[in-house]
């Protein structure tokens, strides 16, 4: 299977008292000086292929762990449980960064308490911004989920 990648590399700009230019920066990458950008296609083993269902978890586990949190506040490793238990994550490795772009975004707020267990635990609870993207979601979710269960009844025949 051949697939294509794009590539950016960035260089980190050196600090200036004008600060970056504008525009918006999502995900993990910091501000930088653009080096270069292109695309690298390369062929992938069948078997390195990403699963159907794989695809489908990635799209959806952001919201699913923003309407865990709209219930109640709870710790990662609380998350984690969760989704591993409806067979969403596998991984706190996926879960941990996840909840760090989420507050770094404003969707989710986070307070350290104590634990008689062990060290202190990070709470995460939603922020305003974060009970509107789960509203939003859901709404955009039912609808979505509609159409396709449709589609799939029907094979795309309308009764």
């Not at 000086?33 to 078997?47: A, F, K, N």
């Not at 986070?110 to 979601?137: H, Q």
């Amino acid at each position: 299977m051949v697939r294509d990648y794009a590539v950016v590399t960035l260089m980190q700009a050196p600090p200036r008292t004008g600060g970056f230019p504008t525009g918006e920066w999502s995900g993990t990458l910091r501000p930088g000086i653009l080096v270069s950008q292109g695309t690298v296609r390369c062929m992938e083993p069948e078997g390195r292929e990403r699963s159907l269902l794989t695809e489908l978890r990635r799209g959806v586990v952001e919201f699913c762990v923003l309407a865990l949190l709209d219930r109640r506040e709870r710790y990662a490793v609380e998350v984690v449980r969760e989704l591993a238990q409806r067979g969403l994550v596998v991984s706190e490795g996926t879960v941990y960064p996840l909840l760090s772009r989420l507050r770094g975004r404003g969707l989710v707020e986070t307070t350290w308490r104590e634990s008689g267990l062990g060290p202190p635990r990070r709470y995460y609870r939603l922020s305003d911004s974060g009970v509107a993207a789960v509203a939003r979601f859901r709404r955009e979710w039912a609808a979505l989920s509609e159409a396709v269960d449709g589609i799939i009844a029907t094979g795309g025949d309308q009764a």
